[in-house]
């Protein structure tokens, strides 16, 4: 540092740290008061050699090496092997349960069994799982009051659907516990501890009210949308997607010049295959075209990249996807409780419905037929396909769909309807008379 640095010097002396009580000593001291070391990358703290006393370390008697060095000793061996260590305690804690737990699924995550959205979701379970139960109490030691009480905290701030899901996780992980040999029997949640019904799931369907959008509203959201969100929402309208699919949706499951998109739900791994509008068409190449330099290895390869250069996917709770849609149908004026991109998949379900083929619809949505027809069919014709998009198409646009990239005027479509007449207003309900996209 040169002698004419602006830097200020500490107002005040560190304590001194403790020196090595001799010279193989596998620990160092931290300047915050533990006992440090580095073990495959990753810094490890057993025990403390001082104590903060009103905002300032003091020293403790022996500085704690001792009971620091036993800690250590107690899982080096489990530590340096790159393994979560054994538990030494007298009983399963709740951390030590979750943390086996995690260790198993970041397993699965690393060999593509799993996906990171799963992972995230389970993390964020366990990690509730140790601030409502607490992290050293014990498994055996839970009973049907502590399961209640986490139901109900879960129940008053998610509704029937996240609580089923979450029950399900939390039973997912004592369940591990048992079956990885952690506990030796299956744990008691009590009576209290389960799913809502399905009354329950129906009355509070009926009370949130259909999830559907009408065909002037798509067009709507599609005529207020940027460049991006028109091609994601044209691909939950036309092939089912949800927010999850569009955001890691890759550029080789794409083929615009033919019109299709194959894909495997991210999720299951089901395959899914869809013939794609030439509105579709059009609006992916434009957004290919303007597509941001990517600026994260895990954006390289996908179709919708942000301004940043990052995936439209956060580990967290908010997708930027979804935030996208609501903030655009709130400024469409057509938001309400209930309703997002997520909307659009059921949208397609339900105009597709009408299409009456229901095989080729399962295809399309990447959905399991479980029938013996099912086990015994081995491919679904393209046509089949296409008359199913081609339908929805007609439904959102009121135009006979050209698969060569055009689209000319339906029958029923009135004489005075022209490219170049300004679009009426539509109702939700009334469908647009006039070419929106360009094939």
Known sequence: ???????????????????????????????????????????????????????????????????????????????????????????LTVADLCNRFLTAKQRQREAGEISVRMFDEYKATTDRLVSTLGKTR??????????????????????????????????????????????????????????????????????????????????????????????????????????????????????????????????????????????????LRAAIAKRPEPRQEEAAGLVFVTTRGRPWLTRGIANPVSVAARDLMKTTGIHHEGIGFYTLRHVFRTVADAARDPVAIDLIMGHIDPSMGGYYRERIEDERLKAVADHVRQWLFGKAPDYDGTTEPDSKTPETSNPSDPPKQDTGNDRPTLRLFAG
């Open 138 to 283: 014990l498994v055996d030691d839970l009973a049907a009051d502590d399961f209640e009480a986490l139901r109900d905290a879960m129940a008053k701030q998610w509704g029937p659907v996240r609580l089923g899901n979450e029950i399900q996780k939390v039973r997912t992980v004592f369940k591990y516990g048992f079956e990885a040999g952690l506990i030796e029997t299956p744990v008691r949640y009590g009576p209290q501890f389960k799913k809502p019904s399905a009354s329950v799931l129906r009355r509070h369907r009926a009370k949130s009210g259909e999830r559907m959008l009408e065909a002037g509203e798509v067009c709507r959201l599609l005529s207020k949308a940027g460049t991006q969100v028109k091609a994601m929402l044209l691909l939950g309208v036309n092939a089912g997607f949800g927010n999850h699919d569009v955001a890691t949706l890759p550029l080789s499951a794409l083929d615009l010049d033919a019109g299709w998109v194959s894909y495997p739900r991210p999720k299951t791994g089901i395959p899914r295959r869809c013939p794609l509008w030439p509105e579709t068409v059009a609006a």
């Open 1 to 91: 540092m040169s002698s004419d640095s602006t830097r200020k010097p500490r107002s005040r002396k560190a304590v001194d740290r403790p020196k090595k009580p001799y010279p193989s000593f596998p620990l160092t001291p931290h300047p915050g008061g533990a006992w440090q070391k580095k073990i495959r990358g990753k810094i490890h703290y057993f025990g403390r050699w001082a104590h903060r006393v009103n905002g300032k370390l003091e020293r403790i008697e022996g500085d704690g090496w001792k009971e620091a060095l036993e800690l250590y000793k107690a899982v080096a061996d489990d530590l340096h092997a790159g393994r979560t260590p054994r538990v030494k305690s007298d009983g």
